[in-house]
T-cell receptor, first 113, second 113 residues
């Protein structure tokens, strides 16, 4: 158990809908990272937050947004969902902003039908 | 742009043998490199971090080397066991920012009894 929690575990929704994925980092970790993993693309970095502030953006679509709250939990919002958004979404946390290992949650499997 | 290459073909070995996985990278001189293990449908698990001034690092049956001239890291599992069967990912700090990681697509290791 990494200490990172993610909810929900599974999510099935229709195209055009909006969903929110939630992540709680390990106790004491200030950094939260979001990743998308599909079979053909591998693990793709989406966005990084450190202590409530956005620090880096990766291949995140404009339809996706995220935030980190004062209690350090983070939410990833996915809107106008398309079939191609079906994937595993992982969040990870680390103690620092970089140069250290990341601890991944169990993931949320999103299926868009 | 940054490119990370891991053998996409699965590596099949017999129990007790040493497994060696390769991670090659181009257009980059990373300050460190990390290795993760991922089981199907689960989040990656951090294994080892090796810095550019370290040639080799060990942890139990795991050994990682880092050759900055060849731009290559080798990941060894000695006395492999069926429980070592998983996908192994290497990760480097992203070109876009020290705080984030870019992951290779991973190599699947299958250890047969």
């Amino acid at each position: 158990d990494s200490g990172v929690t993610q909810t929900p575990k599974h999510l099935i929704t229709a195209t055009g809908q909006r969903v929110t994925l939630r992540c709680s980092p390990r106790s004491g970790d200030l950094s939260v990272y979001w990743y998308q993993q599909s079979l053909d693309q591998g693990l793709q970095f989406l966005i990084h937050y450190y202590n409530g502030e956005e620090r880096a953006k990766g291949n995140i679509l404009e339809r996706f947004s995220a935030q980190q709250f004062p209690d350090l939990h983070s939410e990833l919002n996915l809107s106008s969902l398309e079939l191609g958004d079906s994937a595993l979404y992982f969040c990870a946390s680390s103690a620092r902003t970089g140069g250290s290992e990341q601890y991944f949650g169990p993931g949320t499997r999103l299926t868009v039908t | 742009s940054q490119k990370i290459e891991q053998n996409s073909e699965a590596l099949n070995i017999q129990e007790g043998k040493t497994a060696t996985l390769t991670c090659n990278y181009t257009n980059y001189s990373p300050a460190y490199l990390q290795w993760y293990r991922q089981d199907p449908g689960r989040g990656p698990v951090f294994l080892l971090l090796i810095r550019e001034n370290e040639k080799e690092k060990r942890k139990e049956r795991l050994k990682v080397t880092f050759d900055t001239t060849l731009k290559q890291s080798l990941f060894h599992i000695t006395a492999s066991q069926p429980a070592d069967s998983a996908t192994y990912l290497c990760a480097l700090p992203s070109l876009s920012g020290y705080s984030t990681l870019t992951f290779g697509k991973g190599t699947m290791l299958l250890v047969s009894p």
